[in-house]
């Protein structure tokens, strides 16, 4: 305990690990704060200042632990504490980035997803073992959801308390906070960020997260902005790909519904752009066809695409196939058009019956008659135990963006 | 403590006590597993596996409690844990029953309410002492409100945190969560069971709740569904009655005011016909008389019931005079009839002066004119400690579906 | 430990210490009583009879801290606790008093602004530092909100979690709670107040926070009621001006805007009346003039005030130039009249150019344009430091209500 107690230091936003600063205290002293991102400028500051706490901090090492954490952190904002196994394992794969804020699914690359998805994987013990951890016991996260997404809400909340961390919520933010009074998205931060240590925003309106996390000093992640970004879906989806599947190069993904406004679909597209070999198929109605914006990007990519309107003919050839809802939200007035896409392609057990037998049907939920209830016992229908692997994703950013590795 | 230590075991809905398992754990087991309720089939499977780590239990018996607990959760999927006072003096009473949801009144028998109450009086000592209990600790409640309901959803919440719980909220899923976006409420609940270990769910559907239950793999409380159950009222109810009066056999109650609509007269006396020479007045305004149902339930059961326009005379004769609010939402667009049937049989100082000495009244809350403020300084008035006898109930019930005994 | 462990008890609502008391325990507990606000008479009972139990208190002396606590406090109803070296020291400022509630911000004297400022400077510490205080660890505040205001709701709950409370939260109680069934306000409190230990109540109209505080068991603060209060702001308001100026006698403020309508200005007016040498500018549009009951109170203390229509000659004579929003809702139907009042007075770099170098800007938030964005860089814009400075006064509010000193 004591050789990685006194060789590890968390700050609010990350962690350095060096086994040597037993014998040259400075050293990690130095190495902790070139970890610091800008935004830590002051905690900068008070790190130095350990320096000339050395012989007070060996001392403290010979006294208990606990004590000594509570006065070290006291003495230096540094925050000193044991290296669990789970936390130890982490560091033992090497991959080291500074995580500020999670806004947009393009934000991640390859290394950083696999090492979130590591994390994640450990998260699934933590949340099925009593006592439940408690890591993130003292941190606040604020809820800031200035459009309703229950779902979302608690399962950001339920991965906050189910690490030994507190809530703020505001499921209606919009009507009513001081929004409705005209006050500034940037001066709503300014204050929600005196009352947490990580802000959790949805918001009606696309760059919304962007502009907080810019004006934010602490933790920012995107909960959904208008018909923008929705990274943690995102990642949930290419998480529960990669668990289910078993990998996520060579793999060939049917893309069904609503894909013009379907935010999901998108970002999906672009994260599976990262892996090798992947063919994708967009499957839906001439009306929400998948825009040009996202089939050049994936052509520049090398990813090869296709359209098609047989979802039977894809069906029999993808090892995932992902339904969406056609969302009445996202065609405005018109009606007509939503009642012409709405109902078709349905996955029913006809197309059951002609995927792969380890092939997977995911949905991001909710789902109305898009997947007949019927498919529900199938054990290819992964889109509950998608819905859980949320949890998972959204309790390891909570860990990574707060504690750092 | 080791003795019992050994021979204790909880799953996340049941316990077992068997003081010979020491000297054969596997005994131990299998009565674990029979116990293990259908829907934890899963967790029975590691029970199963849990028989082959006897040696490692055994040196872990060694080792001190805590260790020990979280080592053997981790490798059983069973919590063994320490026996409190508390759950030893239950144990001695000797009544057992698998609690898995809470749905209807009529699902309780004498035993089961008879030992619920005596929890609930232990909860009282809990909710009164500081440092507060944490045997609900890293448990998550979510409060699934379809239709809104501050004081039922306060007091859940209440109970839980004051057992040391988390609490995930939805005031108004109806409104917010994607049932709005036509989602099945069996869908929502299997996502919402992924985010917490017990669901409380009030509905604006008569049977919704046992629909809920019949999805869920994690226990569900009905907080009252529509025009149907409300079953943690009733058990309140008929607490508050035994604690005021001493006794439920042999009592003389009085139902007053809209008994047609009254969601709360129907489930009480439902559970007053379990006990013997009970004898009910119904008084209400002709236009929400006490349908046949429950008057034909009571006949069946020999309990004596008679309807009566004179609350005086009936006041005079009860130990119990159980007053309702005539709740104009029932009446729909009947406003006529609400006007007529509203503010009859008022409770006041003169009722107050027929009553016995020791005779109570009681009402669900709120109340409006139907009990005058002058009544309220009367030692008989005891609507506001059945109010808070709700907590202790709720608290026992919480604690019963989550660690069973 | 064990000196101060004999002779310091904590009740609910406040504290005694007595060195002399290990000698003399009945002394000790005749001076709890006194301490004893009246609504404490059961306790009261409770403290008498603890004085039977002195030889089980000395026995329990010897045994370590924690137990002893418990079971303390279990016998006597009283809290009886190791004392921190925060509370030590607030102690040795010799300042006493029994804070039941918080109603209006006429109630606080300037030792009691003092002492309070005091703790609240501690809680900066607290709320910086991890592991986080855990000094209100199974204590409940419940908020409960008649009319939404997001920004005090999370400043209180983020107050009551960095200090280890739990909270009950209703952000729209009169939408949504038994109010709109015709519940009283008395009614609805004697039924919160038994599912918490502290209510924080946010209402429309003007005096209910008084009403509900007479109603209550347990501690009421008014989180601004109507037109009337916002004693918590105007507590921040004057902690801000005393930590940026580092006095509040002898100081010059301007108030500038809705001084008609604006409550914070008007409270703000009252506090600063406690204070010497104050010299108070009135800088608003005819139409939202300061009205006479504040000018008419301010001459009764002899504080001198002045009207003004120039913005810029005020703001080159003030300490402290303390900017409001014309708040639109104030105005009912007025549109013209909000129109007239809506954008004068503006603060922006031609102001800062005229102000003192250690002059500052407040402003309650949220500001519309009545700030320009401009003026945030500048270090004499304090409204941000000011929001934050709000949760520091309320943790110190929570922790002298709900611990005492």
Chains 1, 2, 3 share one sequence.
Request: charged share 30%; aromatic share 8%; glycine share 6%.
């Amino acid at each position: 305990m004591a050789a990685l107690f006194s060789c590890q230091l968390h700050t609010l936003r990350g962690t350095i690990h060096s086994p040597e600063a037993r014998k040259d205290y400075e050293l990690c002293i130095c190495k902790c704060n070139s970890l610091l991102s800008k935004r830590e400028s002051n905690r900068g500051k008070l790190c130095s200042a350990a320096v000339l706490t050395q012989s007070k901090l060996r001392c403290t090492e010979e006294s208990q632990k606990c004590d000594c954490t509570r006065e070290f952190w006291k003495r230096t904002g540094l925050y000193c504490r044991a290296v669990g196994s789970q936390r130890a394992h982490l560091s033992s794969i090497g991959k080291r980035f500074q995580l500020d804020d999670v806004i947009e699914a393009q934000q991640f690359d390859r290394d950083t997803l696999s090492a979130i998805f590591e994390v994640a994987d450990q998260m699934e013990n933590v949340e099925k073992n009593l006592p439940r951890s408690q890591i993130l016991k003292g941190y606040i996260m604020a809820t800031l959801f200035y459009e309703p997404s229950t779902r979302t809400r608690l399962s950001f909340e339920s991965a906050m308390k189910r690490l030994g961390g507190e809530v703020l919520t505001t499921e209606n933010a919009r009507e009513f906070s001081s929004a409705a009074k005209g006050e500034t998205l940037e001066d709503s931060i300014r204050i929600v960020e005196g009352y947490s240590d990580i802000i959790v925003m949805r918001h009606f309106e696309s760059g919304a997260a962007r502009r907080a996390a810019a004006a934010a000093k602490i933790p920012v992640i995107n909960a959904g902005d208008g018909p923008g970004q929705h990274p943690t879906q995102a990642l949930l989806d290419v998480y529960t790909i990669n668990r289910e599947i078993g990998k996520l190069d060579g793999i060939t993904v049917g893309l069904v519904g609503d894909l013009a406004n379907g935010r999901t679909v998108r970002s999906l597209a672009y994260l599976l752009a990262k892996y090798d070999n992947v063919k994708i198929y967009f499957v839906s109605p001439d009306v929400v066809k998948m825009k040009d914006d996202i089939k050049d990007y994936l052509s520049s990519k090398n990813v090869k695409w296709e359209e098609s309107a047989d979802l039977m003919d894809v069906a029999s050839q993808c090892d995932v196939v992902y339904q969406t809802r056609i969302q009445r939200e996202r065609f405005g007035e018109r009606i007509d058009l939503y009642k012409e896409a709405r109902g078709r392609y349905i996955v029913n057990r006809n197309v059951l019956s002609v995927m792969k037998e380890n092939a997977v049907i995911l949905h991001p939920l909710p789902r109305l008659d898009e997947i007949t209830l019927d498919v529900d016992e199938d054990p290819r229908a992964a889109y509950f135990r998608q819905a859980k692997n949320g949890l998972y994703i959204r309790m390891a950013l909570l860990k990574l963006l707060l504690l750092g590795w």
